[in-house]
């Protein structure tokens, strides 16, 4: 199995903690020597484990924001 490569640029927020200790986080990470994308998964509390994510370009992430922004809850 190949290895994920991952920087964490920027932790920008984090919306939740478990009682595990994983957190739900929003973050700026390079992938693979890519360019940083916004990220947004569960981590473990030393970020040597991950959960199953959604990966967001600025684009896409501003779209996102549009539509929040509209919703009314």
């Known amino acids: 199995m ?3 490569k991952y920087e ?15 957190a739900k986080e929003l973050n700026l990470i ?3 020597d890519r360019d ?3 990220d947004l998964r569960d ?8 959960g199953k994510g959604v990966t967001l370009s600025k684009e896409e992430l501003m779209a996102l924001k549009e ?3 509209s919703m009314e809850f």
């Open 43 to 50: 981590w473990s509390a030393d970020h040597s484990k991950m």
């Open 8 to 22: 964490i640029i920027k932790n920008i927020a984090v919306l939740s903690k478990s009682a595990s200790g994983w």
């Open 67 to 69: 539509l929040l922004n």
């Open 36 to 38: 940083p994308k916004y």
């Open 30 to 32: 390079s992938w693979n």
């Open 2 to 4: 190949t290895e994920i």
